[in-house]
């Protein structure tokens, strides 16, 4: 036997004891290749080249997950947000009236106001100084006011002390209000707040531009408004209503104005320059015929009116069921989560109806305004727009 077939023989004979010397575990091994490499061909977790290691299903999501995500992302745009209210930029822009000369309480908080002048206040009538379009002062001639009115002994309340007894009457009504009346001064019917000086034509023109759009917005329309006209025919720095009247509705809407808008402004102003509205009579009517009197007015709807009554005229008596912001608030107020409270059916935003709103103000008259002011606090709607414009 050749030496290369006696090799080939030697090597035959020596293969059954090298396999036994191989440990179990080890032969063994390429059978469960072979069964893993037959499972892999029905497994979920295998490459699309057949060969095990980092699946398909491990490089993607699986499918319930973005099914899951989407279904979420469905339910929670079906519970949309409540709206915001609009009640801080809408108000700043209503009770900006800048005038030239330096004396004047502009309703910009910021502007160089004068002292403030002890003088008579009264819940149910306006406590602000008015200016006329020629830029004469007038305050309210309390004289006029009837002995018999149920708030005649409010009469004898100044324009320094309105304030604190507007808040010791809602702390005694509710003692529980005495930590957020603590926490958070109210400006606006405050000495200083009552010593600014409102155009009243100028603010509610204000409140019509503020109307649908944004503070920014509302701002610039107003002063292109103002530009429109020349400063020598403007004593109080805004164009007074007999030229606003005048004007062409071409040539108002050259501000920015709406068609709607021009139309408003110009009505308003036709009410003011034939004296249908005056200063005077703002001073001095009663909440409940100031309110119908600027109702009637194209334009001017009603939340406009209870704000310009409140923060313009600085009535205490105001109460708007209207505002959300106040909605919100006052349900928080009497207990209920507001974070729960939905549009029912789609429809509009409603925490309280109207009827619970009134008779839980009802106990705090003669001093609703500043009861709806701290109603906006709960619930922290902004109001700084009105205070610090």
């Not at 293969?15 to 179990?24: K, N, R, S």
């Not at 057949?50 to 995500?69: F, I, L, V, Y």
């Amino acid at each position: 036997m050749s030496l290369r077939r006696s090799a080939r023989v030697s090597a035959g004979s020596s293969a059954p004891q090298a396999i036994a010397d191989i440990p179990a575990s080890s032969k063994s091994a390429p059978a469960p290749r072979k069964r893993q490499r037959k499972s892999d061909a029905t497994s979920p977790d295998v490459t699309t080249n057949g060969h095990a290691g980092t699946s398909a299903a491990d490089s993607m999501p699986p499918p319930q997950t973005p099914n899951n995500k989407r279904r979420r992302v469905a339910n929670d745009s079906a519970a949309k947000p409540p709206p915001i209210t609009p009640t801080p930029s809408a108000i700043g822009i209503m009770i900006s009236s800048s005038v030239v000369r330096p004396t004047y309480s502009t309703g910009d908080i910021d502007d160089a106001t004068p002292p403030p002048l002890e003088r008579a206040a009264e819940p149910h009538h306006t406590n602000a100084t008015l200016v006329t379009p020629g830029g004469t002062q007038l305050q309210a001639s309390y004289s006029n006011f009837e002995e018999t009115s149920p708030t005649r002994a409010s009469a004898l309340t100044t324009t320094t002390d309105l304030l604190e007894a507007a808040c010791a009457h809602l702390t005694t009504v509710d003692p529980e209000l005495h930590s957020l009346v603590s926490k958070h001064h109210c400006r606006v019917f405050s000495a200083a707040g009552l010593a600014e000086e409102i155009d009243p034509f100028r603010s509610l023109s204000s409140g019509i531009m503020a109307q649908q759009v944004s503070g920014a917005a509302a701002k610039s329309i107003k002063n292109k408004f103002i530009s429109l006209f020349p400063a020598e025919q403007c004593p109080t720095g805004f164009p007074p209503p007999a030229i606003v009247a005048e004007t062409s509705l071409t040539r108002l809407r050259e501000a920015g104005l709406s068609q709607r808008k021009a139309e408003y402004i110009q009505g308003l102003a036709q009410k003011f320059a034939t004296n249908e509205l005056t200063a005077r009579f703002l001073l001095d009517a009663s909440d409940e015929d100031v309110f119908s009197s600027l109702i009637a007015v194209r334009g001017l709807g009603a939340w406009s009116v209870e704000m310009f009554m409140c923060f313009a005229l600085k009535r205490m008596d105001v109460f708007s069921t209207g505002d959300l912001g106040v909605q919100r608030g006052m349900a928080a107020y009497i207990g209920k989560d507001v974070k729960k409270l939905k549009a029912k059916g789609g429809g509009k935003w409603k925490y309280l109806s109207e009827k619970e709103m009134i008779e839980t103000a009802e106990r705090f008259k003669p001093y609703r305004s500043l009861f709806m002011w701290y109603m906006w606090r709960i619930e922290d709607v902004d109001t700084e727009a009105v205070e610090n414009n």
